[in-house]
């Protein structure tokens, strides 16, 4: 039986199998199951006669010692080893006695992973035989609210299709799949089973018009940040290719297959080049293409002339790469509204130029400093993996193994429908040090497309009734959340002297009353109102604050010294006026909504004139709640 529950994209799976020795002798029954590389085992146990004998779970590195140490003394042990693709496995033997049965026991755990804008849950089902009570069972609860879920599993016929029953509300979702003995045999007189391969369970959660979810439990939260409909940023991308004699066959075949399906998905306002190499390199062109239909042609004639052979100089290839990048982003051939990456193709150790690992991995991250993205696609199993996986992770990308397989075309298109589609870069999300005292990682490098980024950390008040969150980009690419922008969280609550409005669940302001010394000569008490996600207006948006929150052009020059020696003046030129500025300091309380924070701005004479549209005049009204 497997029984899988899921709570907030957390899964947490039992796997319980039952084996009875018929012999009149004792034997050795084994338990083997495969579960997602991204599990964990958090316990396992088995009960024989019964006994319970719990396990001890152990790191990994740890545990290959102790399990060959069992082993080796005839203990019992398990231990868990890679399994194709996605799926790792864990096996256990144990003596049974004569007549005796045993139960194993076991469960592991998940964060689900959102990719192409859907999460996955895999089980691994490969029973061997007939099961008496064959039985997957998936409860699902989000409390977002779940849009979709679908079921499908490779060994579904048309006579077990109808066995899957699912049930979907607003926020839960239940699976279920149990069929009889009679239901599983692959032919009448046989106990070969039709259950063999993956039971695969997909969705997704509600993604209203807010930038992400928090979870609190037990004192820790868990941030979900997916913002929805964000444009996508324009790529420049250089695709380099091995094709050394290693290359031959299949997978050249396969290679220029994904090549000319990925061209053709190309954006128009993407630019792309295309290098192959072995021991020498070639260019199809000295610089970037724009991604127009004509280019996109001509390229994919390129693309079918690449023929496998020579050795294998993976530097000055990649080099090549990243220096044309450079290069035409110097000379300004491709837009500066963009995002930057190299992919690299490769199947096997270099062996030509620089063959040095090492050496080659600092080159390159010499060449980028940060500048792109670097993925590596390992082709097959000779490729020394390792060395692409730390190499595109210190250049901001990432490593996939491509598997020899029918199937490896799939493969490399899919990897670059996961990373063709960026929508923001170097993406950080801050949280009030005097709520958190324990963070997982919180920057990123890019967020595309149908992915999720997730953060979760330990709050220092279990009471907490005041909780905001920024999320800043600072890239230089265009994007709805502009350099140093911030947003607030749904936890955000009145509080002293403060209160917080909601627009239609999405946008927010806090309004605070804001106490003044009584004897100021001029200045009273008065409201201070603060835009939390200004980037959810729409670009018509307009008003006293409004005409702000999409920005303004303008430049400041001339500083001088002003009427106060530590707060000079300068010229501003904005909106076609040359206006007298004032340097100054504010407090921003969006982030320290009781102390508030001291941020540099500049102070706008005469009421605003110059810098607000229309007269001062025009923004006044009669009363807090009326129009005029």
């Given at each position: 039986?497997?029984?899988?529950?899921?709570?907030?994209?957390?899964?947490?799976?039992?796997?319980?199998?039952?084996?009875?020795?018929?012999?009149?002798?004792?034997?050795?029954?084994?338990?083997?199951?495969?579960?997602?590389?991204?599990?964990?085992?958090?316990?396992?146990?088995?009960?024989?006669?019964?006994?319970?004998?719990?396990?001890?779970?152990?790191?990994?590195?740890?545990?290959?010692?102790q399990y060959?140490?069992?082993?080796?003394?005839?203990?019992?042990?398990?231990l868990?080893?890679?399994?194709?693709?996605?799926?790792?496995?864990?096996?256990?033997?144990?003596?049974?006695?004569?007549?005796?049965?045993?139960?194993?026991?076991?469960?592991?755990?998940?964060?689900?992973?959102?990719?192409?804008?859907?999460?996955?849950?895999?089980?691994?089902?490969?029973?061997?035989?007939?099961?008496?009570?064959?039985?997957?069972?998936?409860?699902?609860?989000?409390?977002?609210?779940?849009?979709?879920?679908?079921?499908?599993?490779?060994?579904?016929?048309?006579e077990?299709?109808?066995?899957?029953?699912?049930?979907?509300?607003?926020k839960?979702?239940?699976?279920?799949?149990?069929?009889?003995?009679?239901?599983?045999?692959?032919?009448?007189?046989?106990?070969?089973?039709?259950?063999?391969?993956?039971?695969?369970?997909?969705?997704?959660?509600?993604?209203?018009?807010?930038?992400?979810?928090?979870?609190?439990?037990?004192?820790?939260?868990?941030?979900?940040?997916?913002?929805?409909?964000?444009?996508?940023?324009?790529?420049?991308?250089?695709?380099?290719i091995?094709?050394s004699?290693?290359?031959?066959?299949?997978?050249?075949i396969?290679?220029?297959?994904?090549?000319?399906?990925?061209?053709?998905?190309?954006?128009?306002?993407?630019?792309?080049?295309?290098?192959?190499?072995?021991?020498?390199?070639?260019?199809?062109?000295?610089?970037?293409?724009?991604?127009?239909?004509?280019n996109?042609?001509?390229?994919?004639?390129?693309?079918?002339?690449?023929?496998?052979?020579?050795?294998?100089?993976?530097?000055?290839?990649?080099?090549?790469?990243?220096?044309?990048?450079?290069?035409?982003?110097?000379?300004?051939?491709?837009?500066?509204?963009?995002?930057?990456?190299?992919?690299?193709?490769?199947?096997?150790?270099?062996?030509?130029?620089?063959?040095?690992p090492?050496?080659?991995?600092?080159?390159?991250?010499?060449?980028?400093?940060?500048?792109?993205?670097?993925?590596?696609?390992?082709?097959?199993?000779?490729?020394?993996?390792?060395?692409?996986?730390?190499?595109?992770?210190?250049?901001?990308?990432?490593?996939?193994?491509?598997?020899?397989?029918?199937?490896?075309?799939?493969?490399?298109?899919?990897?670059?429908?996961?990373?063709?589609?960026?929508?923001?870069?170097?993406?950080?999300?801050?949280?009030?040090?005097?709520?958190?005292d324990?963070?997982?990682?919180?920057?990123?490098?890019?967020?595309?497309?149908?992915?999720?980024?997730?953060?979760?950390?330990?709050?220092?008040?279990?009471?907490?009734?005041?909780?905001?969150?920024?999320?800043?980009?600072?890239?230089?690419?265009?994007?709805?959340?502009?350099?140093?922008?911030?947003?607030?969280?749904?936890?955000?609550?009145?509080?002293?002297?403060?209160?917080?409005?909601?627009?239609?669940?999405?946008?927010?302001?806090?309004?605070?009353?804001?106490?003044?010394?009584?004897?100021?000569?001029?200045?009273?008490?008065?409201?201070?109102?603060?835009?939390?996600?200004?980037?959810?207006?729409?670009?018509?948006?307009?008003?006293?604050?409004?005409?702000?929150?999409?920005?303004?052009?303008?430049?400041?020059?001339?500083?001088?010294?002003?009427?106060?020696?530590?707060?000079?003046?300068?010229?501003?030129?904005?909106?076609?006026?040359?206006l007298?500025?004032?340097?100054g300091?504010?407090?921003?309380?969006?982030?320290?909504?009781?102390?508030?924070?001291?941020?540099?701005?500049?102070?706008?004479?005469?009421?605003?004139?110059?810098?607000i549209?229309?007269?001062?005049?025009?923004?006044?009204?009669?009363g807090?709640?009326?129009?005029?």
């Amino acid at each position: 039986m497997v029984d899988c529950k899921v709570t907030a994209r957390f899964a947490h799976t039992v796997m319980t199998s039952q084996a009875l020795n018929h012999a009149n002798y004792s034997q050795e029954i084994f338990f083997e199951v495969e579960l997602p590389k991204t599990g964990f085992i958090t316990n396992f146990s088995m009960e024989i006669d019964g006994q319970v004998y719990a396990g001890e779970v152990k790191e990994k590195e740890k545990a290959k010692k102790q399990y060959e140490k069992a082993v080796s003394s005839g203990q019992t042990a398990g231990l868990v080893k890679v399994s194709g693709r996605k799926m790792e496995k864990f096996s256990v033997s144990v003596n049974i006695a004569a007549k005796s049965n045993v139960t194993f026991v076991l469960t592991y755990e998940e964060l689900l992973q959102r990719k192409l804008g859907q999460y996955e849950i895999l089980i691994r089902v490969k029973p061997k035989s007939t099961v008496q009570k064959f039985q997957i069972v998936a409860n699902i609860y989000e409390p977002q609210g779940i849009s979709f879920v679908d079921t499908h599993a490779t060994f579904l016929s048309n006579e077990l299709l109808p066995l899957v029953e699912k049930t979907v509300t607003d926020k839960k979702a239940h699976i279920s799949f149990s069929p009889t003995t009679e239901q599983q045999r692959k032919c009448p007189d046989c106990d070969e089973t039709l259950i063999d391969g993956d039971f695969i369970i997909t969705y997704d959660v509600k993604r209203v018009q807010t930038l992400g979810d928090i979870q609190i439990v037990n004192g820790y939260f868990v941030h979900f940040f997916a913002p929805p409909d964000l444009p996508r940023v324009p790529v420049n991308v250089v695709f380099v290719i091995d094709r050394s004699g290693s290359m031959s066959g299949r997978k050249m075949i396969q290679t220029r297959e994904a090549l000319l399906a990925i061209l053709n998905d190309l954006h128009e306002d993407d630019y792309f080049a295309l290098i192959q190499f072995d021991s020498t390199i070639d260019s199809w062109k000295e610089s970037l293409t724009k991604a127009t239909k004509e280019n996109i042609a001509d390229a994919m004639v390129y693309v079918k002339q690449i023929q496998d052979r020579g050795a294998t100089n993976i530097n000055d290839a990649v080099l090549r790469g990243v220096n044309m990048i450079l290069n035409d982003k110097q000379a300004k051939r491709i837009p500066e509204q963009s995002i930057d990456m190299v992919i690299l193709l490769t199947d096997g150790m270099p062996n030509s130029g620089e063959p040095r690992p090492q050496r080659i991995q600092e080159n390159v991250r010499s060449a980028i400093e940060g500048s792109m993205s670097l993925f590596c696609l390992g082709f097959g199993n000779d490729v020394d993996y390792s060395f692409l996986d730390v190499m595109s992770k210190e250049n901001k990308g990432m490593a996939r193994r491509i598997y020899e397989a029918s199937d490896a075309t799939l493969q490399l298109q899919g990897f670059y429908e996961e990373v063709s589609s960026p929508l923001l870069s170097e993406v950080d999300l801050r949280y009030p040090d005097n709520a958190v005292d324990f963070l997982t990682t919180n920057h990123f490098d890019r967020f595309f497309n149908g992915s999720e980024i997730v953060v979760a950390g330990r709050l220092t008040d279990n009471q907490l009734d005041n909780f905001m969150v920024e999320v800043f980009d600072n890239s230089s690419t265009s994007s709805p959340i502009p350099p140093s922008a911030s947003f607030s969280m749904d936890l955000l609550v009145t509080k002293d002297h403060s209160i917080t409005v909601t627009l239609k669940d999405s946008v927010k302001f806090v309004i605070l009353l804001h106490k003044v010394w009584k004897n100021h000569p001029y200045h009273r008490d008065y409201l201070g109102f603060y835009t939390l996600d200004s980037h959810l207006f729409s670009s018509s948006v307009h008003g006293l604050l409004g005409q702000f929150y999409h920005g303004i052009n303008y430049e400041v020059t001339d500083l001088r010294p002003g009427e106060v020696p530590e707060k000079p003046d300068a010229t501003m030129y904005v909106k076609g006026h040359e206006l007298n500025v004032t340097r100054g300091w504010q407090r921003d309380f969006r982030r320290d909504v009781k102390n508030g924070q001291n941020v540099p701005c500049w102070f706008i004479h005469r009421n605003g004139t110059g810098l607000i549209d229309g007269d001062v005049t025009d923004y006044i009204v009669s009363g807090l709640f009326k129009t005029v």
